[in-house]
């Protein structure tokens, strides 16, 4: 006789959706509508007319963001950037991430509840959809709506993701481009078609089912925590010390005392969106998002306690002693930040109206012509950062003889022109086979640069 398998239990939860035995947790949240929540939800709205309006303001003759990677196009508020300004891109992102560090010294995680889109989303848009399609089914915690209301969800949520799918991509092909693969026929950009319907899959494979399972297993941000975060860090935390020894109120009426003010209803764990349980301290998977903090001032406030049993505080004050603000990484990551932001801001409105880059013709490096003179042939690429059209002209220094197909070289706002050169020099004017050519490229407004082209010929 074989017996049946026994699974192990583990000694603690080892993540907050998952069962004992290893199959998903899955989270049906209660709402609670307390006062963080609604200061949350008025965030959300306008973090969700942001990022919608975001790709059809345009600033500059830009849209405000663009990141078009296929054409290396990219434009922030009005600025204009080409790939190959990498000291910008450098300092931009160092910036970035310095700010997430000082950001989450100061509040913790106060960016993944309150500001990132996973959390706007689901917690604002999805989860209430859900609970307004599902009525009972979805308050009861299980998974139990009529087929029917599976099926409305279910288009309701692609019909949403599709919506999120086309501005999502808006950033980084443009708005107007989307509005005319949303209008033209499959068969006019199928490329386009396919990429739209991969993206809205996707998104409705995250809010539909994946939801907080990316907070908790794919996001690299909460595990950080242990690094970015130290003692003084605003955190949710659950004041142990007024809260210990929980006890229900039915427990309360024996008389035996000694109970602090946690009355054990759990509803603070039935309101957490990634389904921890806030008594237990600080823990990965907590978003900072309140839910918790509402849910128990609700208690407090119908048994008669004070409310703030769930709060925001740091790790410090929870033990009975003071938050220091002032520490040295909150004091050392905005002075580097600032500094960084200086040395951005600068070489951005120091930075010349276009670039100028000399490109390597393919084939052979010269060639030598019958009467003796040396042809070279001079390519550049001129990029123009301005939002208006700009003809620019290739000066040769006097006494050097050239040839210049197309003089001026027109381009178009935020884009980029070839120039070609053909260069004839006496061998004479080589030395050890190179000789430098002064080539000026002038716009006849604000932008004139000298380019010293490094011709090659004979030895």
């Known amino acids: 006789m074989t ?18 035995d290893g199959t998903r947790r899955w989270l049906h949240p209660r709402l609670a509508k307390g006062r963080w929540w609604r200061r949350r939800r ?54 970035v991430f310095l700010g997430i560090f000082y950001l989450t010294a100061l509040v913790g995680r106060a960016w993944c509840g309150w ?27 299980r998974r139990q709506a009529p087929l029917w209301r599976k099926v409305v969800r279910l288009g309701v949520f692609t019909v949403v993701s599709a919506h999120l799918a086309h501005t999502f991509l808006a950033y980084f092909v443009g708005g107007p481009t989307v509005f005319r693969w949303s209008l033209g026929s499959p068969a006019e950009h199928p490329v386009g078609f396919a990429l739209v319907w991969v993206v809205t899959g996707l998104m409705l494979i995250d809010f539909a089912w994946f939801r907080e ?54 509803l603070c764990v039935a309101a957490c969106p990634t389904g921890i349980d806030i008594r237990d301290g600080l823990q990965m998977e ?27 505080a740091s790790q410090e004050s929870l033990a009975g002693g003071r938050t220091r603000w002032l520490r040295p990484r909150t004091v050392a ?16 409105l120091g930075r010349a109206s ?21 042809r070279n042939l001079a390519t550049f690429r001129i990029d123009n950062r301005t939002d208006q059209e700009r003809r620019y002209t290739i000066s040769l220094p006097a006494g050097v003889e050239g040839m210049i197909p197309v003089n001026p070289v027109v381009v178009a706002a935020g884009d980029s022109g070839i120039a070609v050169v053909h260069l004839y020099l006496p061998r004479e004017a080589f030395s050890a086979g190179k000789a430098t050519i002064p080539i000026t490229i002038r716009d006849g407004v604000d932008f004139e640069q000298v380019v010293e082209y490094p011709a090659l010929g004979p030895l």
Do not use: H
């Open 286 to 312: 907590c978003v900072a998002c309140a839910e918790c903090i509402d849910a128990c001032d609700s208690v407090m406030a119908r048994t008669g306690r004070a409310p703030g049993l769930i709060r925001y």
């Open 42 to 95: 008025l965030v959300a709205w306008f973090l969700i007319a942001l990022f919608n309006l975001l790709p059809w303001i345009r600033i500059g003759g830009k849209p405000a963001i663009l990141l078009d990677v296929a054409n290396r196009d990219f434009a922030f508020f009005g600025a204009s950037f080409r790939p190959t300004e990498t000291p910008l891109l450098a300092l931009f992102l160092l910036a």
């Open 213 to 266: 399972q990316l907070c908790i297993l794919a996001c690299p941000y909460g595990r950080l925590q242990s690094v970015l975060l130290d003692r003084n860090s605003l955190i949710i935390g659950y004041d142990a010390a007024r809260g210990e020894r929980r006890g229900k109120m039915g427990e309360r009426k024996g008389g035996t005392g000694g109970f602090g003010d946690c009355v054990d209803c759990g």
């Open 333 to 348: 990551y905005p002075l580097v930040l600032g500094l960084i932001l200086a040395l951005f801001l600068g070489t951005l």
């Open 115 to 141: 500001g990132c889109p996973q959390t706007v989303y689901l917690e604002f848009l999805y989860r209430p959809l859900e609970r307004l399609i599902e009525g009972k089914s979805y308050s009861s915690g």
């Open 354 to 374: 276009a670039m100028v880059q000399i490109r390597r013709s393919t084939g052979a490096a010269f060639e030598l012509l019958p009467d003796g003179r040396v």
């Open 3 to 20: 017996s049946e398998p026994q699974f192990l239990e583990a000694p603690e939860q080892v993540l907050s959706t998952l069962n004992p």
